[in-house]
C-alpha cells in the first residue's frame, strides 16, 4: 500500500470514528434530556425498597450490558446477578423469588426469548422495571415501570449493530447504580470491603492494615546514644528510628539518610535528640493507604510513623505500599 493510500485511509478511520463517538454523544444527550425523572424515581424507590435482590436479563448486546449493570451494582452495595433468559426457561427462573426485583432490557421490547421471564413475574407478581426504547412493546407494556431509550437509530452503518442502544443503556445503568451508591451512603470503606483483591482493593487498604507494629517499630527514647540507634535502625531494617519522650509521646525521627548527611568521626558522641528531625510527619492507622503514598510522595520521604494520641503505634514504609500493589 503507497503512502497516500495509506494515508487518505488514516483519514477515513478517523472521520469514521468521529462520526460514531458523534453519534453516540447525540444518543446521550438525547437520553439526558429525555429521562423522565417520575420514571427514575419510582424505578430506584422499587430497587431500594427491595427485600430481595436485583436481577438483571436480556440477550444478546442487552445481556452484556445487563451483566456489566449487575455488576456494578453488586460491587456498590447492591446485591445483584445477571439471569440469561435461555437458562431462565430451563430451570434457572428458579433463581429469581418474590422479594426480588427483575430489570429486562431489550432494545425493541419484543425478545421473545424473555417471554417466560415475564410470565414468570406475572405469575408471581414479581416487581419488573423495563429498559426499552418502545414503551409499547410487550416488555414496556409489562414494566411496573419503564425506563425509555432514545429511539434515534445506531451508529452502525447499517443501522443494525447495537452501538447507540447499547451505549445508552449502560449510561442508564450507571444513573441507576449511582442512584444506589447515594441513597444508600455508600462510602469508601463500603467499596474496599467489597474489593479486597486487585489495585483498588490495595488503594483502599488502610494503613493499619500494612504497619508495623510491636518489636517491629524501631523506637527508642529521644536521650538514646548514637550507638543505641545505629543498632536499632540495622535490626529493625527499615531505614528509620523514631524517639519518644518520657511520656511515650512521639517527638522525632532520625533517617538512614539523615545519618549519611551528619556522618563524622563524633557521631557516636551524639545523642539521638541532638540529629533528629521533630515533629516529623504522622498518619492514623485509619488512613487509607493512598493517603499514606501521597503523603511520601509530596515531602520525598520513605517512612511514616502512625500515631494515635501522639503516641506511636506503628510504622510503616514505602515498600510496604510498592509490595502491596498500592504504587
Known sequence: MSATIQQSQKELDRLSAIRTIDTEIKTIEELKHS?????????????QNSKGRIII??????GHIGKKIAASLASTGTPSFFVHPAEASHGD????????????????GESKELVDILNYCKRFGITLIAITKNPESSLGKAGDVVLALPNNGEACPLGLAPTNSTTATLVLGDILTIGMIERKGFSKEDFNDRHPGGKLGAILK??????????????LDENANMQ?????????????VGFINQSGILTGILTDGDLRRCLSSKILEE???????????????????????????????????VVENSKPVGVIHIHDLLNNGVA
Open 228 to 240: 543505641a540507634v545505629l543498632l536499632e535502625m540495622t535490626s529493625k531494617r527499615l531505614g528509620c
Open 271 to 305: 545523642k539521638a535528640v541532638d540529629l533528629m528531625t521533630r515533629n516529623p510527619k504522622t498518619i492514623s492507622p485509619d488512613a487509607m493507604t493512598a493517603e499514606a503514598l501521597k503523603i511520601m510522595h509530596d515531602k520525598k520521604i520513605t517512612n511514616l510513623f
Open 57 to 62: 436479563t436480556g440477550m444478546g448486546k442487552s
Open 93 to 108: 427462573l428458579g433463581m429469581i423469588t418474590e422479594d426480588d426485583v427483575v430489570i429486562a432490557i431489550s432494545n425493541s
Open 206 to 219: 488502610r494503613v493499619s492494615d500494612l504497619m508495623h507494629t510491636g518489636q517491629e517499630m524501631p523506637i
Open 35 to 47: 429521562l423522565d425523572a417520575d420514571s427514575l424515581t419510582k424505578a430506584l424507590d422499587l430497587m
